[in-house]
Every structure is written in C-alpha cells, then in structure tokens.
C-alpha cells in the first residue's frame, strides 16, 4: 500500500515540473525600452551653449526636418539655417539667413518659408525667405516688420503678422502671390484702430477655423490681448477680447508655440494647454496644469502634447501626451538637464528640439529622437 502511495506521489511531482517547464518555457510579452537619442547637430563652438542655439521651431518638409534658431533679444547677428536628412541621418547647412533668428516655419503655396526676426539690415522691410531647390531666397517685402511673426494663405492672398514699433497696422496682405505687401486696417466700434497710445503692436498668430481667418492681436507690454476676424478687403474687424482668457507663459519664442485642429476644436498652447470650438469660450486643460505646455501635433489620428516640468536637480521632466477624444494619458517621460520646446513627428519617432531660454546651457540647441522599440 505504502508503495503504491509513494508511487501516486512521485507520478504528481513529475507531472508538476513538466508543467512548470512548459509554464515557464512560454514566451513573455515583451518590454518596450525607451530610446532617446542625440542626433549630433553641429554647432560651431564660439556659440556652444548660448541662448541663440536654442530650437525655437522644426519643421519636417520633403523628407528633411529644419531646424530654426538665434536670438532677437540679444541680436545674435545672422542665423544658420539646417536642414537633417531623415533618410541620410545627416545633417546639412543649407543657408545662413541675414536676420538675427528664425523662430517659425510656414508652407505658402507649397514651399517652405522660414520667417525673419529683427533683420540684419535695416527696419524699413520686414523679410521671409523662400526655400526654392536647394537654397532659400530673400523676400524683403514686409513694411514695417521689424519681427515677422507668423504668415498664412486665405481667399488666394498671403497674410504676414508682424510685430511693429510704430503707430501702424501689424497686418499686411499680398493680392499678387508676395510681390508687394500693402498694410490691413484693423476695425473696432466701427473705427479704425488707434495704436498711437502704444511703443508696439504685435500680431503673433493667424487661426483659420471654420473656414474663417482671425488674427491674435497683442499691443503694448502684453497689456491687451485681442482677437480679430478678417471681413474681406483690407479689414480685419474685432472679434473677442482674449486679455483674461489666456495666459503667456511663453515657453519658446512664439507667444502661442502651437496650435492644431482636432476633432471639431482648435488647440492651443501659451504655455497652458487650451481648447475651444467658438474661439470665444476658451478652456485650459487641468490634466496638464502642472508645468508648460511647450508644442502640439496631430498625427496617427491622434493629438499629442508636449509638456516639461522642473524637477528637484535642476533638470527637466519631459513627457509626451496622448488623446483620442477628451482624456490625455502619457506616451512617455525622460529627464535632460534642458526642457523641449518643440516637437516633429515622422515614421514611429519624435524630434525634439531643445533649449533653456533663460540661460546658457551646453545643451542648448540639441536635437533628439524619441521612440519606444
């Protein structure tokens, strides 16, 4: 009987490891492992670590991501314009632009414009250069435009916001493909706007929503924010007052460092993430709160957030954020020692451009690529 037992016994342990073996024989999910990666952009080393290396803007076009800098505040002097090859993995000089930063990148009339800021040259024109083949060309074209803020194409015409240090209109509109710019009366109570009463006037931002033009207006030092909507001619006409509805918190260059359409609303970074589908009600996102707010995308159907927080040891909390509808949930976090303040996105990986705007750090003006693989 006991040997009978004792048989039963050892027939379930063997049974037991056999299927412990197996169990722990199958295959486990595996880990996705976060790689962020430097992608070397050259920097000449009488500038390694300035404000001017700081990437206000990247923008992917016909396969290459370029890449914007400089420093209007401190006048940095003329801005080189580079250009990475995504498929080469290289980087290339492509023009050296004679205006003390680029901060933006705009298409018009499918061509890539890179947008002045502070001139080399003098005051009288604002400019933008048009990136034809291989090499950008000057437009000194922008009267007045002293910061060439943001273009747009509408109705068949091209519109440059400008930034302005004299009583005159901050809009000019071309009607002839960019070969002249004539000036924009901005309306409000039916009269036309007085800026005399400011040093500067600045229009940062054009929004096109629902099928309309508007143009975010702000005048003095940040005293007045407003929102106009383009009528037709050479009127824009006020719309809303934003000056308590938004908040600058500035986090790039660009005033509003980003803005995209998503399902039916408009999104738009200061800083602080907002949204709103009447450009009148204007909400901020409270998941994001805490931190800025640096740039924003859509792709793959979905919306994805840049925000970098500080943190403890002087670095910065990076993270990407990801909604399909009305809730945001975090793609991925990584600490630098310098916040991202903008952002691409090509074939499963994001490009971050880095920089602290407020002060000089070697790692100013890196170029990094994300993906979980």
Not at 213 to 236: M, P, S
Not at 243 to 269: D, H, P, S
Request: charged share 20%; with cysteine; aromatic share 14%.
């Amino acid at each position: 009987m006991l040997k009978k037992v004792f048989s039963i016994i050892i027939a379930v342990a063997m049974l037991l490891c056999v299927a412990v073996f197996f169990a722990c024989d199958e295959p486990s999910e595996p880990q996705k492992v976060l790689t962020v990666s430097d992608l070397a952009r050259p920097i000449k080393n009488e500038v390694v670590g300035k404000r001017q290396n700081c990437v206000w803007d990247m923008h992917l076009f016909k396969g290459k991501l370029y890449v914007g800098t400089g420093d209007y505040t401190a006048n940095s002097g003329q801005t080189e314009i580079l250009a990475y090859d995504l498929s080469k993995k290289t980087w290339e000089g492509v023009w050296t632009a004679p205006s003390h930063a680029i901060t933006r990148f705009v298409e018009i009339n499918s061509k890539l414009v890179a947008l002045g800021t502070d001139p080399i040259n003098d005051w009288t024109f604002g400019e933008y250069y048009t990136l034809e083949q291989t090499e950008f060309f000057t437009n000194r074209k922008l009267p007045g435009g002293i910061h060439n803020f943001d273009m747009t194409v509408y109705d068949g015409k091209i519109f440059a916001g400008l930034g302005v240090q004299h009583p005159d209109s901050p809009i000019v509109v071309s009607e002839n493909g960019g070969s002249s710019f004539t000036r924009i009366t901005l309306l409000k109570n039916e009269n036309p706007l007085d800026f005399s009463n400011y040093d500067t006037a600045r229009v940062y931002e054009f929004i096109q929503f629902n099928g309309k033009l508007y143009a975010v207006l702000v005048v003095g030092d940040n005293e007045r924010t407003e929102l106009y909507e383009y009528i037709g001619g050479k009127y824009f006409v006020y719309h809303d007052d934003w000056t308590e509805k938004i908040t600058f918190a500035q986090a790039g260059e660009n005033m509003l460092c980003g803005k995209v359409l998503y399902n039916g609303a408009l999104y738009f970074t200061s800083g602080v993430l907002y949204k709103t589908t009447d450009l009148t009600t204007i909400t901020s996102e409270s998941t994001l709160s805490q931190g800025a707010v640096t740039d924003l995308l859509v792709a793959n159907n979905s919306l994805f957030v840049l925000r970098v927080q500080k943190i403890s040891d002087g670095g910065y909390l990076n993270t990407i954020w990801k909604s399909d509808g009305d809730t945001f949930t975090d793609v991925y976090s990584f600490e630098y020692g310098v916040p991202t303040i903008c952002m691409e996105y090509y074939d499963g990986y994001f490009y971050l451009g880095m920089g602290d705007k407020l002060n000089n750090n070697p790692l100013n003006g890196k170029v990094l690529s994300v993906k979980y693989q």
